[in-house]
Nanobody, 117 residues
Framework: QVQLVESGGGLVQPGGSLRLSCAAS????????MAWYRQAPGNQRELVAE???????NYADSVKGRFTISRDNAKNTMYLQMNSLKPEDTAVYYC???????????WGQGTQVTVSS
């Protein structure tokens, strides 16, 4: 069964914007942290941004000032607003949600973001 579903990826020109969404299943009880990771071909998966249930956020240095992470706890949904996109942002973006039941986290299947002129 699908636990997390990402959406909103696509092709965009440098300087453009995209908004990613991650919908979590109700079986993921009380996620204490949700996060966006990304992985480009040949690279390791890296943390992009994370947000706690209380709204505390953390960003990778490479995206600070350009990306904004948010969550709607009532909807079990997380968002990533991506502005001023650069070619180096091209990657598959993955959603992760960690709960008390599974502190190691659930993973989505990813959504492709391509930044190219």
């Amino acid at each position: 069964q699908v636990q997390l579903v990402e959406s909103g990826g696509g092709l965009v020109q440098p300087g453009g914007s995209l908004r990613l969404s991650c919908a979590a299943s109700a079986i993921i009880a009380r996620p204490f942290i949700m996060a966006w990771y990304r992985q480009a071909p040949g690279n390791q998966r890296e943390l992009v941004a994370e947000i706690s249930s209380g709204g505390y956020t953390n960003y990778a240095d490479s995206v600070k000032g350009r990306f904004t992470i948010s969550r709607d706890n009532a909807k079990n949904t997380m968002y990533l607003q991506m502005n001023s996109l650069k070619p180096e942002d091209t990657a598959v973006y993955y959603c992760k949600a960690a709960s008390f039941r599974r502190p190691a986290g659930y993973w989505g299947q990813g959504t492709q973001v391509t930044v190219s002129s």
